[in-house]
């Protein structure tokens, strides 16, 4: 399997731009997560998806923010408008709690500059 | 509500000394998995060991070992005779999944190593 992918690995946007990150879970994963890293707020939950259902949205920052998963092997997060405090790297990871016994697999992350 | 807390946010060692990382959880859960991540400079996330709350046993795996101690909810990390290659941010974190099969994962803010030659 090819692992978790993300695209892009780099993106850099001005301010006010709309952002779009892909995830490819692992196939057979039904679990996906974005996260956010910080240096200050080291890695954050921004939503969990279950079985292509959001179940925890709690950390998505504002209604800037949005994420779907239009189906098991693709998930989006989306930022309109951005803003320079969005720069971070985001990670996507997959899982199956029963399969994986919980472990995560990591995509290599989009680093985002917001100017 | 769960909790990971990593009291060093930075650690730096000489080259083949020893070092430990704490990591601390709260969780109401009787069942959970607890997680050890390493995160080199080249920026992706590497699964190193995972735990589950009914096995106590430490583990040693080459240079890395894990202290698991329920009664202190601590899960450290050892890292024995340490090289350059070990520096990285080290991630703890703490995984509980519900009747429903929904996962709630909760990771520590992170430790950063740096091994110096």
């Known amino acids: 399997d090819a692992g978790v992918i993300q695209s892009p690995r780099h993106e850099v946007t001005e301010m006010g731009q709309e952002v779009t990150l892909r995830c490819k879970p692992i196939?057979?994963?039904?679990?996906l997560f974005w996260y956010r890293q910080t240096m200050m707020r080291g890695l954050e939950l921004l939503i969990y998806?279950?079985?292509?259902?959001?179940?925890?949205d709690s950390g998505m920052p504002e209604d800037r923010f949005s994420a779907k998963m239009p189906n098991a092997s693709f998930s989006t997060l989306k930022i309109q408008p951005s803003e320079p405090r969005d720069s971070a790297v985001y990670f996507c990871?997959?899982?199956?709690?029963?399969?994986?016994?919980?472990?995560?697999?990591f995509g290599s992350g989009t680093q985002l500059s917001v100017l | 509500a769960q909790k990971v807390t990593q009291a060093q946010t930075e650690i730096s060692v000489v080259e083949k000394e020893d070092v430990t990382l704490d990591c601390v959880y709260e969780?109401?859960?009787?069942?959970?998995?607890l997680f050890w991540y390493k995160q080199p400079p080249s920026g992706e996330l590497v699964f190193l060991i995972r735990?589950?709350?009914?096995?106590?046993q430490n583990e040693i795996s080459g240079r890395y070992s894990w202290n698991f101690q329920k009664s202190t909810s601590s899960f450290n990390f050892t890292i024995t005779a340490s090289q350059v290659v070990d520096s990285a941010v080290y991630f703890c974190?703490?995984?509980?999944?519900?009747?429903?099969?929904?996962?709630?994962?909760?990771f520590g803010i992170g430790t950063k190593l740096q091994v110096i030659p």
């Open positions: 990871a997959s899982s199956h709690f029963r399969t994986e016994n919980e472990k995560l697999f």
């Open positions: 196939s057979g994963h039904n679990s």
């Open positions: 998806f279950n079985n292509n259902v959001p179940i925890d």
């Open positions: 969780t109401r859960d009787t069942t959970y998995y």
């Open positions: 735990r589950n709350s009914f096995d106590e």
């Open positions: 974190a703490l995984s509980v999944t519900n009747s429903g099969g929904y996962q709630k994962v909760t």
